[in-house]
């Protein structure tokens, strides 16, 4: 059903102090039992401020795949609540906190944001807490789901481990067909959104959907390479010293 191409890549200020990326990231088409496809599309920045963040990133992740696949192997067409989304980010923020606890750290060294798509075939539910954003693409037509939240305070956001999180998570249901999706994290909004006029910015999204369109599943690897490059590159770390994510995916046409 679609072609997925995704990458992270570490931010020229990582590489200077000395650490890791701090993004994580996870798409893939999950086929339930009675052969019904969903698109789950999965971002994480870790806090720079954050001592384990990228772990944190990481276990988001990894935990909303579990939890997501469990929901979709139980009942499919029952998940697309609000509360199907409270329930996936209560099952990170607990596991986050089961690893603090057994690390002797505090839950707030694991902070990270969290970014969500679910997408059927006719229906789709879309969750975030933090800056980040998720594009969608409708009649060739692309708008942001959630427009990326700072926190109180400049250069400030909200993370999933929050003691309030619940209360700046965001929910979008939707019973539209959705044909192109791009989810990415704040290392590259000020690259790939318009803020003056709050929606993508085309010249960063169509050369990319253009190509992924025209490309074979079977190709994609070597476009997840050429992303990773992508972001890699002067063009890009000249606009941004930030780790950088981007998953895109496009429906296959019949």
């Given amino acids: 059903m679609w072609k997925i191409i995704l990458d992270?890549?570490?931010?020229?200020?990582?590489?200077?102090?000395?650490?890791?990326?701090?993004?994580?990231?996870y798409a893939d088409v999950v086929?339930?039992?009675?052969?019904?496809e969903y698109l789950v599309v999965l971002v994480s920045d870790g806090a720079g401020s954050a001592k384990e963040g990228g772990m944190?990133?990481?276990?988001?992740?990894?935990?909303?795949?579990?939890s997501i696949s469990t929901s979709l192997e139980k009942e499919?067409?029952?998940?697309?609540?609000?509360?199907?989304a409270v329930t996936w980010i209560e099952d990170i923020r607990n596991v986050i906190s089961d690893k603090a606890k057994a690390d002797g750290l505090s839950v707030r060294d694991f902070a990270c944001t969290f970014l969500g798509a679910v997408i059927g075939c006719d229906q789709s539910l879309f969750f975030q807490i933090g800056d980040g954003a998720i594009v969608l693409s409708v009649n060739n037509v692309q708008g942001v789901v959630f427009w990326p939240e700072s926190g109180e305070f400049a250069n400030m956001t909200y993370f999933v481990t929050d003691q309030d999180a619940l209360s700046n998570l965001r929910i979008q249901i939707s019973n539209m067909s959705f044909k192109e999706i791009?989810?990415?994290?704040?290392?590259?909004?000020?690259?790939a959104l318009s803020f003056e006029q709050q929606c993508p910015h085309p010249p960063f999204?169509?050369?990319?959907?253009?190509?992924?369109?025209?490309q074979?599943?079977?190709?994609?690897?070597?476009?997840s390479e050429q992303l990773k490059q992508f972001l890699n590159s002067p063009a890009v770390n000249e606009r941004t010293d930030d780790d950088k994510t981007l998953v895109l995916a496009t429906r296959l046409t019949a």
């Fill in 76 to 84: 499919p067409e029952a998940i697309f609540t609000e509360q199907s």
């Fill in 56 to 66: 944190g990133a990481e276990l988001a992740c990894e935990t909303a795949i579990f």
């Fill in 182 to 191: 791009a989810v990415f994290t704040d290392g590259i909004q000020r690259l």
């Fill in 8 to 25: 992270s890549a570490i931010g020229t200020s990582h590489i200077k102090s000395g650490n890791l990326c701090q993004d994580s990231c």
């Fill in 205 to 214: 999204f169509d050369p990319m959907f253009s190509v992924l369109r025209k």
């Fill in 31 to 36: 086929r339930t039992i009675d052969d019904q």
């Fill in 216 to 223: 074979t599943p079977e190709l994609c690897d070597v476009l």
